[in-house]
């Protein structure tokens, strides 16, 4: 064992593929005074006994490019290091049992074209010709995906250990780190079984030991291990070394060539948590008992699918434990929490694929202090301290693990562990027939009607829906929106620090509430929200549920040698808006202020019922209307006497279809870290005088602009992602849409190349619409004309 130095630059904690692939592309990048420390052997955990597929689709742009550099990186280490990699691009098939599978690939392989990975519908012939040895009578068809590949991971680890260590990396074996210190909000030092290194970044790739090493430094990482499965048959004939990986999601099962036989694994929908009292210590190459029950569903699909496997012995059965996270995507990036603590963990059974483009962009994170994409979906700020529980993160990963095969409906709900959050009113909501969604933890109503099935086509709560629409737009309606993510900076330095975050002026008088970006360096959207001033010395700053650790941390981060303190105020206030032509007089209705002198952008204290809320005149939705700001406490008593004035009650399906037919923006979908204002078309929310974070480089010449599109075709039901051509060729993609009773069609938000452009074509499951394409929102309420 080599000694241990006393310091240095970055320490990385567990030799996994992960590590190994940050501490290789830190390396590149030029920081060399990098540590690993693994508590056994190198790729030991969990990387040892990994499958080795490599696909490259994911649900967005983004993460499909991060693991798109991932097959260009190990298609060429093997050239670099000199280490054998078994990287092969093999392609992969994968199978449709249904017609609404086989609209879910139709969809994918749109998706995958836009991303930029080839990626065809082929018949069920064609899949056969592809993948000789299965059956496919009762095959619907196919999509082939030429790029995706296998690789061998323990080949893998080496190979980036290897290429790091010749750039001077140490990596260090048989030390296990059991202490992080921290002080004053930074990590200081990792304490090991051989002593202790002091550290200017630790980065925590502790596999399924991550949550723990985690909690040494009071970070969250939630992840929980699961057992996963695969066996390795015998030869098969017709079974040769270029067969491509062969998936048959509806049978839950996969298909890989191993020395003339097949690796045969799968994602079962009810998975089997493993590790609830810890993760025992030594657990080196190490595998759990064969459960060939919980196996079953797996193979017993696998023989329907390869009858050969019927007659075929089993080589080798692995039960390796994986962690699985709540929403099955990746934990990347610094802790909130901790300064200088960054995380590349809970990798759902892919790490391999997403290990090059992972610990890629945690190394150019650590180097230049941001990420420099948008890695939203994979940000452990998607979480928060709540997702530290063993308890619900277990109930949770019997669900997660399944996903990767599960169909991906639209508007999906995860079913397990819930309820956890819930507005003080959800025992209300229920009563009156809440049909519940979930986000950031919250219970939240997706409209008012019993859950119907799962559809891509126009699905059977519309109605509904367009019901509480047309009360909102016609007359006014009521919603909770209590999960909204609030925090308060107080302080006398609270508006000069708003003013450097904020692209919008916000140094506004007492009572004023202000629409605004937060920018990034590079001109991106970190966020956008509202900031309304509550006091000389005090805002109130409102941002989506989704993104609230997030905007919490980057403005925490922000305010810099400010004196102002930042405090979350979420659980503190409970939120209902009344939106509509009506919500003045239904509002006047029970309150003595006056609702008459209110002007838009305002927000002061008012009585309402028995109690005082803060109502402030802003809308989402595009119509009259006040969100109120309740005090916990008072949140039922306001609720009932809300009601008592007989508003209709309307759900989150409702404000997104009617967001965006007014064309406003959201966070996650048409605002991101790579959007600009100038991209989004919110050039208007930027002060001219500039001297705010990000100016430099928020008007930027765009390549790409946010548009409102609306579609010809009434019957065809857009969900968000598809593709828009013009001519056949790619030129852009729908982020958010929702149908219109409005306009009587399907509406969207996308991105396009060219601002100019006023039509294209919509790809829906391989189907063409025409389009009607602008940087004008479709429907503006104070022409009260609806423009199609
Ligand atoms: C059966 C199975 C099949 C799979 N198939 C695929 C596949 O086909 N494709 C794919 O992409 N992915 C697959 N995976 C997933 C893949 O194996 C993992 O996502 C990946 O290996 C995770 O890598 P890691 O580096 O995060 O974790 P690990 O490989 O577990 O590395 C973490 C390391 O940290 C070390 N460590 C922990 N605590 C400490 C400490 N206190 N001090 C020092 N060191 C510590 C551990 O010893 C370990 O070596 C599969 C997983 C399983 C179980």
């Given at each position: 064992?080599?000694?241990?130095?006393?310091?240095?630059?970055?320490?990385?904690?567990?030799?996994?593929?992960?590590?190994?692939?940050?501490?290789?592309?830190?390396?590149?990048?030029?920081?060399?005074?990098?540590?690993?420390?693994?508590?056994?052997?190198?790729?030991?955990?969990?990387?040892?006994?990994?499958?080795?597929?490599?696909?490259?689709l994911r649900g967005t742009e983004s993460m499909t490019r991060?693991?798109?550099?991932?097959?260009?990186?190990?298609?060429?280490?093997?050239?670099?290091?000199?280490?054998?990699?078994?990287?092969?691009?093999?392609?992969?098939?994968s199978?449709a049992?249904?017609r609404e599978r086989m609209t879910q690939l139709r969809r994918t392989a749109a998706q995958a074209r836009n991303h930029g990975v080839s990626a065809e519908v082929i018949?069920?012939?064609?899949?056969?010709?592809?993948?000789?040895?299965?059956?496919?009578?009762?095959?619907v068809g196919?999509v082939?995906l030429?790029?995706?590949?296998?690789?061998?991971?323990?080949?893998?680890?080496?190979?980036?250990?290897?290429?790091?260590?010749?750039?001077?990396?140490?990596?260090?074996?048989?030390?296990?780190?059991?202490?992080?210190?921290?002080?004053?909000?930074?990590?200081?030092?990792?304490?090991?079984?051989?002593?202790?290194?002091?550290?200017?970044?630790?980065?925590?790739?502790?596999?399924?030991?991550?949550?723990?090493?985690?909690?040494?430094?009071?970070?969250?990482?939630?992840?929980?291990?699961?057992?996963?499965?695969?066996?390795?048959?015998?030869?098969?004939?017709?079974?040769?070394?270029?067969?491509?990986?062969?998936?048959?999601?509806?049978?839950?099962?996969?298909?890989?060539?191993?020395?003339?036989?097949?690796?045969?694994?799968?994602?079962?929908?009810?998975?089997?948590?493993?590790?609830?009292?810890?993760?025992?210590?030594?657990?080196?190459?190490?595998?759990?008992?064969?459960?060939?029950?919980?196996?079953?569903?797996?193979?017993?699909?696998?023989?329907?699918?390869?009858?050969?496997?019927?007659?075929?012995?089993?080589?080798?059965?692995?039960?390796?434990?994986?962690?699985?996270?709540?929403?099955?995507?990746?934990?990347?990036?610094?802790?909130?929490?901790?300064?200088?603590?960054?995380?590349?963990?809970?990798?759902?059974?892919?790490?391999?694929?997403?290990?090059?483009?992972?610990?890629?962009?945690?190394?150019?994170?650590?180097?230049?202090?941001?990420?420099?994409?948008d890695?939203?979906p994979?940000?452990?700020?998607?979480?928060?301290?709540?997702?530290?529980?063993?308890?619900?993160?277990?109930?949770?990963?019997?669900?997660?693990?399944?996903?990767?095969?599960?169909m991906s409906w639209p508007n999906k709900?995860?079913?397990?562990?819930?309820?956890?959050?819930?507005?003080?009113?959800?025992?209300?909501?229920?009563?009156?027939?809440?049909?519940?969604?979930?986000?950031?933890?919250?219970?939240?109503?997706?409209?008012?009607?019993?859950?119907?099935?799962y559809t891509f086509d126009r699905p059977e709560w519309q109605?509904?829906v367009n019901?509480?629409i047309?009360?909102?737009?016609?007359?006014?309606?009521?919603?909770?929106?209590?999960?909204?993510?609030?925090?308060?900076?107080?302080?006398?330095?609270?508006?000069?620090?708003?003013?450097?975050?904020?692209?919008?002026?916000?140094?506004?008088?007492?009572?004023?509430?202000?629409?605004?970006?937060?920018?990034?360096?590079?001109?991106?959207?970190?966020?956008?929200?509202?900031?309304?001033?509550?006091?000389?010395?005090?805002?109130?700053?409102?941002?989506?549920?989704?993104?609230?650790?997030?905007?919490?941390?980057?403005?925490?981060?922000?305010?810099?040698?400010?004196?102002?303190?930042?405090?979350?105020?979420?659980?503190?206030?409970?939120?209902?808006?009344?939106?509509?032509?009506?919500?003045?007089?239904?509002?006047?209705?029970?309150?003595?202020?006056?609702?008459?002198?209110?002007?838009?952008?305002?927000?002061?204290?008012?009585?309402?019922?028995?109690?005082?809320?803060?109502?402030?005149?802003?809308?989402?939705?595009g119509?009259?209307?006040?969100?109120?700001?309740?005090?916990?406490?008072?949140?039922?008593?306001?609720?009932?006497?809300?009601?008592?004035?007989?508003?209709?009650?309307?759900?989150?399906y409702a404000i997104e279809a009617m967001r965006i037919e007014k064309g406003y923006r959201a966070?996650g979908r048409e605002l991101g870290?790579e959007v600009?204002?100038?991209a989004a078309g919110?050039?208007?929310?930027?002060?001219?005088?500039?001297?705010?974070?990000?100016?430099?480089?928020?008007?930027?010449?765009p390549d790409r602009h946010v548009v409102s599109i609306v579609l010809d075709d009434p019957e065809a039901h857009l969900w968000g992602g598809e593709s828009l051509l013009r001519d056949g060729e790619p030129v852009g993609y729908v982020t958010s849409a929702a149908y219109s009773p409005t306009l009587g069609t399907s509406v969207a938000l996308g991105f396009v190349s060219d601002a100019a452009m006023e039509k294209a074509q919509v790809d829906v499951a391989g189907e063409m619409y025409s389009a009607q394409i602008s940087r004008k929102a479709p429907y503006d309420?104070?022409?009260?004309?609806v423009k199609a």
């Amino acid at each position: 064992m080599k000694a241990l130095p006393s310091r240095a630059q970055v320490v990385i904690i567990g030799g996994g593929i992960v590590g190994a692939s940050v501490a290789y592309h830190l390396a590149e990048l030029g920081w060399t005074d990098v540590v690993v420390l693994e508590q056994g052997q190198l790729s030991c955990g969990t990387t040892w006994h990994a499958a080795g597929l490599v696909g490259q689709l994911r649900g967005t742009e983004s993460m499909t490019r991060l693991i798109r550099y991932s097959t260009d990186l190990y298609a060429r280490l093997e050239a670099e290091t000199g280490f054998g990699t078994g990287w092969k691009q093999c392609g992969s098939v994968s199978v449709a049992r249904t017609r609404e599978r086989m609209t879910q690939l139709r969809r994918t392989a749109a998706q995958a074209r836009n991303h930029g990975v080839s990626a065809e519908v082929i018949t069920a012939a064609q899949a056969q010709e592809l993948w000789p040895v299965m059956r496919v009578d009762d095959v619907v068809g196919g999509v082939w995906l030429p790029g995706d590949g296998k690789a061998n991971p323990s080949d893998l680890t080496q190979a980036l250990a290897r290429g790091a260590q010749r750039r001077g990396v140490q990596v260090i074996e048989r030390v296990r780190v059991t202490g992080v210190t921290v002080k004053d909000g930074v990590v200081r030092s990792v304490s090991t079984s051989e002593g202790e290194i002091e550290a200017g970044y630790v980065v925590n790739c502790a596999g399924q030991w991550a949550k723990e090493i985690g909690r040494m430094a009071g970070v969250t990482v939630p992840l929980h291990s699961a057992e996963h499965f695969y066996v390795v048959t015998e030869q098969i004939e017709g079974v040769r070394p270029d067969l491509p990986v062969l998936r048959d999601p509806d049978g839950y099962a996969y298909f890989k060539e191993e020395v003339g036989g097949l690796v045969v694994g799968g994602f079962e929908p009810d998975a089997k948590p493993w590790g609830m009292d810890g993760i025992p210590y030594p657990f080196e190459f190490q595998l759990l008992e064969e459960d060939w029950d919980q196996f079953s569903i797996i193979m017993e699909n696998a023989i329907h699918r390869v009858p050969a496997l019927e007659t075929t012995g089993v080589r080798m059965f692995y039960n390796g434990p994986e962690s699985f996270t709540p929403d099955n995507m990746f934990l990347l990036g610094e802790a909130p929490e901790v300064r200088g603590f960054f995380v590349g963990a809970g990798f759902n059974s892919a790490g391999i694929a997403s290990a090059g483009g992972a610990g890629r962009a945690l190394a150019e994170w650590i180097v230049n202090g941001a990420p420099t994409s948008d890695l939203w979906p994979a940000d452990l700020r998607r979480f928060a301290r709540w997702a530290d529980n063993d308890t619900w993160l277990r109930d949770r990963v019997t669900e997660t693990l399944g996903l990767h095969y599960a169909m991906s409906w639209p508007n999906k709900e995860l079913e397990t562990a819930r309820p956890l959050r819930r507005s003080p009113v959800h025992h209300l909501l229920a009563a009156a027939g809440a049909c519940f969604g979930s986000k950031m933890g919250w219970e939240r109503v997706n409209y008012f009607g019993t859950a119907t099935p799962y559809t891509f086509d126009r699905p059977e709560w519309q109605p509904r829906v367009n019901a509480e629409i047309n009360a909102c737009r016609t007359q006014a309606a009521l919603f909770d929106q209590t999960s909204f993510g609030k925090f308060t900076l107080k302080g006398r330095d609270a508006a000069a620090a708003l003013q450097w975050l904020c692209t919008a002026d916000v140094d506004v008088e007492v009572g004023r509430v202000v629409y605004t970006g937060l920018l990034n360096d590079r001109g991106g959207y970190e966020s956008d929200l509202t900031v309304t001033r509550v006091a000389h010395d005090e805002y109130l700053i409102v941002t989506g549920s989704a993104q609230s650790t997030r905007d919490f941390d980057v403005i925490s981060k922000g305010l810099g040698e400010h004196r102002a303190v930042l405090v979350d105020a979420t659980g503190t206030y409970a939120v209902f808006s009344v939106m509509g032509p009506k919500s003045r007089e239904i509002l006047q209705s029970v309150s003595k202020a006056d609702f008459s002198a209110f002007a838009v952008g305002s927000s002061r204290l008012v009585d309402l019922g028995y109690a005082t809320v803060r109502a402030t005149r802003m809308t989402y939705v595009g119509e009259l209307g006040w969100e109120l700001y309740v005090p916990s406490e008072f949140a039922v008593t306001v609720y009932e006497s809300l009601l008592a004035t007989g508003l209709t009650q309307a759900g989150y399906y409702a404000i997104e279809a009617m967001r965006i037919e007014k064309g406003y923006r959201a966070w996650g979908r048409e605002l991101g870290p790579e959007v600009t204002p100038a991209a989004a078309g919110l050039r208007f929310t930027c002060k001219k005088t500039g001297g705010y974070r990000g100016a430099d480089r928020a008007m930027d010449d765009p390549d790409r602009h946010v548009v409102s599109i609306v579609l010809d075709d009434p019957e065809a039901h857009l969900w968000g992602g598809e593709s828009l051509l013009r001519d056949g060729e790619p030129v852009g993609y729908v982020t958010s849409a929702a149908y219109s009773p409005t306009l009587g069609t399907s509406v969207a938000l996308g991105f396009v190349s060219d601002a100019a452009m006023e039509k294209a074509q919509v790809d829906v499951a391989g189907e063409m619409y025409s389009a009607q394409i602008s940087r004008k929102a479709p429907y503006d309420p104070t022409s009260s004309r609806v423009k199609a």
